[in-house]
T-cell receptor, first 110, second 114 residues
Framework: KNEVEQSPQNLTAQEGEFITINCSYSVGISALHWLQQHPGGGIVSLFMLSSGKKKHGRLIATINIQEKHSSLHITASHPRDSAVYIC????????????FGKGTHLIIQP | DAGVIQSPRHEVTEMGQEVTLRCKPI?????LFWYRQTMMRGLELLIY????????DSGMPEDRFSAKMPNASFSTLKIQPSEPRDSAVYFCASTTGGLGNIQYFGAGTRLSVL
């Protein structure tokens, strides 16, 4: 089974700072999923990556398949970006092939 | 579109009672997923359906859990009998094309078993 590690576990930053959240996995994957969970509990899918880089607004996700590593970046961070960010590695077609990280709890202070 | 709709939002029940959680996926989506989230274990995939057929239920913790999808617009997750360790937030999500695609999550059902 894939081991998915996220770092840092907790991150507090000031508004405007550039944020990086890391996700490493142990087994080769077909795709990696980044999720955002709001303080109220709702979950939003941000990106699904299989290679390279994707950008949406101030969010950028990158993946390096050889190094088994993905990063989520937030530019010009804002207090509304405060949330838990979760990565999920997809390495197969079944439930066993989907492994979630424990999440990174991000707080952006004004 | 209203998105994925789950009900109830909150459920409090006593140990031993039957609990039924409900989910309406986004119209046109052919995959439906049930997840459980706890502080200790994080998010876990319990079961998923494709075109109303269960594809993989290997994440279902034990026989007390069952899930059905009688049609494309409705699914249930049932726990019978419920136990305190089943207390968690249960999410339903839907998508097209499978695990490799962006999923749309419902708001979740927060279950407390006393």
């Amino acid at each position: 089974k894939n081991e998915v590690e996220q770092s840092p576990q907790n991150l507090t930053a000031q508004e405007g700072e550039f944020i990086t959240i890391n996700c490493s996995y142990s087994v080769g994957i077909s795709a990696l999923h980044w999720l955002q969970q709001h303080p109220g509990g709702g979950i939003v899918s941000l990106f699904m990556l299989s290679s390279g880089k994707k950008k949406h607004g101030r969010l950028i996700a990158t993946i390096n398949i050889q190094e088994k590593h993905s990063s989520l970046h937030i530019t010009a961070s804002h207090p509304r970006d405060s949330a838990v960010y979760i990565c999920a590695a997809i390495s197969g077609g079944g439930a066993d092939g989907l492994t979630f990280g424990k999440g990174t709890h991000l707080i952006i202070q004004p | 579109d209203a998105g994925v709709i789950q009900s109830p939002r909150h459920e409090v029940t006593e140990m031993g009672q039957e609990v039924t959680l409900r989910c309406k996926p986004i119209s046109g989506h052919d995959y439906l997923f049930w997840y459980r989230q706890t502080m200790m274990r994080g998010l876990e995939l319990l079961i998923y359906f494709n075109n109303n057929v269960p594809i993989d239920d290997s994440g279902m913790p034990e026989d007390r859990f069952s899930a059905k999808m009688p049609n494309a617009s409705f699914s249930t997750l049932k726990i019978q009998p419920s136990e305190p360790r089943d207390s968690a937030v249960y999410f339903c999500a839907s998508t097209t094309g499978g695990l490799g695609n962006i999923q749309y999550f419902g708001a979740g059902t927060r279950l407390s078993v006393l």
